[in-house]
């Protein structure tokens, strides 16, 4: 069969969602930023809240989500994006407000507004992409750079008597009383993205409930921090970054007996 | 017995040549080309198209979604 008697509107089985704007994404070639993008606005497509839907874009790499993404967004200071999302959900309950923040942003300058929007139990979603460094800035140490990973910061290797321990940021969320749905996913595989998906759906239509922060870490790469090619990354990520972050569900709600 | 054949169309001005859908096809449909794009880039390519079916794999795990996918049933 010609390929050209496949390729008719009546056989399209999937394109790019329209809640991207026209800009080209602004990331490095292979990186996670893109496909989280895109799973979110998937989602935020299919539920039908395109208009009830407000963004805050972090600092980092994605400062700019809100120059791609065809929703309303605001953008916070650095690792502010949670106590941002506090204001905008308490004055309109109901929109659905996520955040979209970087490990830099959410669990190293953001800490203290990451736990208190956590521990508070605001009904937000937040979406947590995990690349162990900061891209943006020239990959630098963040305190989730695993023990012996090489950064700008610690060319030979974190050393964890000097420079300290990695910060599971997620599982100590998982453990504050105001969070409701906590998992960590990644999007480098075709499953992956099947089943990121699926959390971040789940995350959204956890948010309706009102019982709390509804959180998705996407373990990610950062090829250019990392110095790697996006495949080579992806592989090491596998190696490396999943047996410290392992991927799957941390806190599931426990549904209540009928 | 029915068979499904599919068809990619990629973005070839948008595509940044990251290689992420190449290992992603379980047919393996997509190459890289010499040439390089607008943006400089190298970009892909459905050079063994007529083994595709469509599963959308490439499509869903491409970062900046440049690729489109189609699918029909052929009876044969
Ligand atoms: C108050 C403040 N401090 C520092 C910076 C510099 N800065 C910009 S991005 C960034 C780190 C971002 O890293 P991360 O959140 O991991 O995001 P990524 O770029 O990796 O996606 C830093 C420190 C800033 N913009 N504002
Ligand atoms: S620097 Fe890293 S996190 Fe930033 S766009 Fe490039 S690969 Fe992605
Ligand atoms: S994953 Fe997308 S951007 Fe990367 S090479 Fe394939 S088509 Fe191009
Ligand atoms: S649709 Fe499936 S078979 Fe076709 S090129 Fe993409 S991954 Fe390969």
């Known amino acids: ?258 | 017995m029915a068979k499904v054949k599919g068809a990619i169309v990629i973005d070839v001005e948008r595509c940044k040549g990251c290689c992420v859908c190449i290992p992603a096809c379980p047919q393996d449909v997509i190459q890289i080309v010499k040439e390089v794009n607008g943006k400089g880039y190298q970009y892909a390519f459905p050079a063994n198209h007529d083994a595709c079916t469509g599963c959308i794999n490439c499509a869903i795990v491409c970062p900046d979604g440049v690729i489109t996918v189609y699918r029909v049933k052929v009876e044969s």
């Not at chain 1, 106590?83 to 923040?101: D, E, G, I, S």
């Not at chain 1, 099947?194 to 009102?210: G, H, P, S, T």
């Not at chain 1, 950062?222 to 992806?234: E, I, L, V, Y």
């Open chain 1, 1 to 258: 069969m010609d390929i050209n008697e496949i390729i008719k509107p009546e056989n399209l089985v999937y394109k790019k969602t329209k809640l991207f704007t026209e800009k080209p994404l602004s990331y490095c070639p292979g990186c996670g930023h893109g496909t989280t993008h895109r799973l979110i606005l998937e989602v935020i497509e299919e539920m039908g809240i395109v208009s009830d839907t407000i963004g805050i874009a972090p600092v980092g790499c994605a400062v700019l989500a809100y120059e791609f993404m065809d929703i309303d967004m605001q953008q916070a200071a650095h690792g502010r994006a949670p106590a941002l999302a506090t204001a905008v959900k308490r004055l309109m309950p109901n929109k659905f407000v996520f955040t979209y923040q970087g490990d830099g942003d959410l669990a190293a300058i953001g800490t203290a507004e990451t736990i208190h929007a956590c521990n508070r139990g605001e009904n937000i979603t937040m979406i947590f992409i995990n690349n162990g460094i900061y891209g943006m800035t020239g990959g630098q140490m963040a305190p989730t750079t695993l023990p012996g990973m090489k950064t700008s910061t610690s060319p030979f290797g974190r050393d964890v008597r000097i420079m300290g321990n990695p910060l599971k940021i997620t599982e100590l969320l998982a453990n504050l009383p105001g969070t409701y749905y906590v998992t960590r996913q990644a999007v480098h595989t075709p499953n992956a993205v099947r089943k990121a998906k699926k959390a971040i759906r789940n995350a959204f239509e956890y948010q309706k409930l009102n019982k709390g922060v509804s959180f998705v870490e996407v373990v990610s790469n950062c090829n250019s921090g990392w110095k790697m090619t996006p495949n080579d990354a992806n592989k090491w990520m596998e190696e490396n970054m999943f047996p410290f972050y392992p991927l799957g569900d941390i806190k599931v709600p426990q549904l209540e007996k009928a």
